[in-house]
């Protein structure tokens, strides 16, 4: 099976830089994906990391390692509109299926 | 907008009775994967569809059953609803099966009373 661990709630202030961490447990990886949810609305695409290092997209950069099984997401100069859920996904198995994580609540305050 | 349509937005119904969602991918997209949320819960896996063949299969209960067809749209039946059955249900789009980036319509908000 698969195992997908984020914090619950993260809280950072507005200005700031946060750093929001997924481990993981799986056979057969074969990519993790970092997506946004605003409360009652769809998930948005973030990044997507299959080999180890950093990707950096805007205020946005995620980092994978493969061996650690650990990936984390960093978001830089905190605006209000980043509260929101932020998920951990890995894409696995022969169909690669992707699964997520429980998802981490960011609230950002002034 | 990404794309991917669902219908209905919302839907209220009883215990007991049997709803149809249904997703339109986007223009292109072969793949189609559908998804639970409850409250305060996860995205939960339900099943994929891949130019009109099953896939991959999650935690889909007996009760729920899915189909995609020959125009690529998808619909999710859901029977004998419980009230656990309540929550957002998500159907998600892609080119390929194991394509980069899936992505989501705007959900179809499911209430069992």
Same mark, same amino acid.
């Given at each position: ?9 993260? +809280? &950072? ?10 481990? $993981?447990? +799986? ?11 605003? &409360?009652?609305? &769809? =998930? ?44 951990? &996904?890995?894409?696995?198995?022969? $169909? ?13 305050? =002034? | /907008? ?15 009775? #049997? ?9 292109? /997209? ?9 409250? /305060?819960?996860?995205? !939960? ?9 099953? #896939?991959?299969?999650?935690?889909? @209960?007996? #009760?729920?059953?899915? !189909?995609?067809?020959? /125009? @690529?749209?998808?619909? @999710?039946?859901?029977?004998? %609803?419980? @009230?656990?059955?309540?929550? %957002? ?12 980036? !899936? ?5 179809? #908000?499911?209430?069992? %009373?």
């Amino acid at each position: 099976g698969q195992n997908i661990d984020q914090p619950t709630e993260m +809280t &950072a202030t507005e200005g700031a830089i946060v750093q929001i961490n997924c481990t $993981y447990q +799986t056979s057969g990886f074969n990519g993790l994906f970092w997506y946004q949810q605003h &409360a009652g609305e &769809a =998930p948005t695409f973030l990044s997507y990391n299959v080999l180890d290092g950093l990707e950096e997209k805007g205020r946005f950069s995620s980092f994978l390692s493969r061996s650690k099984g650990y990936s984390y997401l960093l978001l830089k100069e905190l605006q209000m509109k980043d509260s929101a859920s932020y998920l951990c &996904a890995v894409r696995s198995g022969g $169909y690669q299926k992707v699964t997520f994580g429980t998802g981490t609540k960011l609230q950002v305050i =002034p | /907008d990404s794309g991917v349509t669902q219908t209905p937005k919302h839907l209220i119904t009883a215990t007991g009775q #049997r709803v149809t969602l249904r997703c339109s991918p986007r223009s292109g /997209d072969l793949s189609v994967y559908w998804y639970q949320q409850s409250l /305060d819960q996860g995205l !939960q896996f339900l099943i994929q569809y891949y130019n009109g063949e099953e #896939r991959a299969k999650g935690n889909i @209960l007996e #009760r729920f059953s899915a !189909q995609q067809f020959p /125009d @690529l749209h998808s619909e @999710l039946n859901l029977s004998s %609803l419980e @009230l656990g059955d309540s929550a %957002l249900y998500f159907c998600a789009s892609s080119v390929v099966a194991g394509a980069d980036t !899936q992505y989501f319509g705007p959900g179809t #908000r499911l209430t069992v %009373l």
